[in-house]
């Protein structure tokens, strides 16, 4: 599976935004490209569980492998993160052979359903109920430096683009 772009990274590990703050760099990318209105993609790992219920072993959290903020372009929907630009209905597969991941789902959300996965913004979930949410929180200033970052801020790829499948 080739992607529409590739950064200069081959490795998520070879930065933050790849390992543990992923969804920052969503964040800052749906700021630049789309006034702060983006689509994030979230990649959950059913089989690594952030929280579960002492009642009920249905109830549980997944851990989220990684998040993607999702771009409309002439040719499609493309997903970016970190290591570059793909279609967005590749980042599941791709997102599982990079992490080595096995039982995944994905989920479309906007800012406010990203929140949903963020610590910080569910307070009163957490306290009441003790439940721990799976992405660490996002400070104005960790978005500031995201958006520092070439591969947040880059143009998507266009049909004359090397590499480009159009």
Same mark, same amino acid.
């Given at each position: 599976?080739?992607?529409?772009?590739?950064?200069?990274?081959?490795?998520?590990?070879?930065?933050?935004? %790849?390992?543990?703050?992923?969804?920052?760099?969503?964040?800052?990318?749906?700021?630049?490209?789309?006034?702060?209105?983006?689509?994030?993609?979230?990649?959950?790992?059913?089989? &690594?569980?952030? /929280?579960?219920?002492?009642?009920?072993?249905?109830?549980?959290?997944?851990?989220? @492998?990684?998040?993607?903020? @999702?771009?409309?372009?002439?040719? %499609?929907?493309?997903?970016?993160?970190?290591?570059?630009?793909?279609?967005?209905?590749?980042? &599941?597969?791709?997102?599982?052979?990079?992490?080595?991941?096995?039982?995944?789902?994905?989920? !479309?959300?906007?800012?406010?359903? @990203?929140?949903?996965?963020?610590?910080?913004? &569910?307070?009163?979930?957490?306290?009441?109920?003790?439940? *721990?949410?799976? @992405?660490?929180?996002?400070? &104005?200033?960790?978005?500031?430096?995201?958006?520092? !970052?070439?591969?947040?801020? *880059?143009?998507?790829?266009?049909?004359?683009? *090397?590499?480009?499948? /159009?």
């Amino acid at each position: 599976m080739s992607r529409l772009r590739s950064n200069d990274i081959d490795s998520p590990q070879d930065s933050i935004y %790849g390992c543990g703050l992923c969804h920052v760099h969503a964040i800052a990318a749906a700021r630049y490209h789309e006034a702060g209105n983006g689509r994030f993609l979230v990649i959950e790992d059913h089989d &690594e569980i952030c /929280w579960s219920s002492e009642h009920d072993p249905d109830d549980y959290i997944p851990a989220v @492998l990684h998040v993607y903020s @999702l771009h409309p372009t002439p040719q %499609g929907l493309v997903a970016r993160d970190i290591l570059g630009d793909r279609v967005a209905e590749d980042a &599941e597969e791709e997102c599982r052979d990079v992490y080595c991941a096995i039982n995944t789902s994905c989920t !479309e959300v906007d800012l406010e359903g @990203l929140h949903g996965y963020i610590q910080g913004f &569910e307070d009163d979930l957490q306290i009441d109920n003790g439940i *721990e949410l799976p @992405l660490s929180p996002v400070t &104005e200033s960790a978005i500031l430096d995201a958006l520092t !970052e070439p591969s947040v801020i *880059e143009p998507f790829a266009t049909p004359n683009m *090397e590499n480009s499948p /159009w």
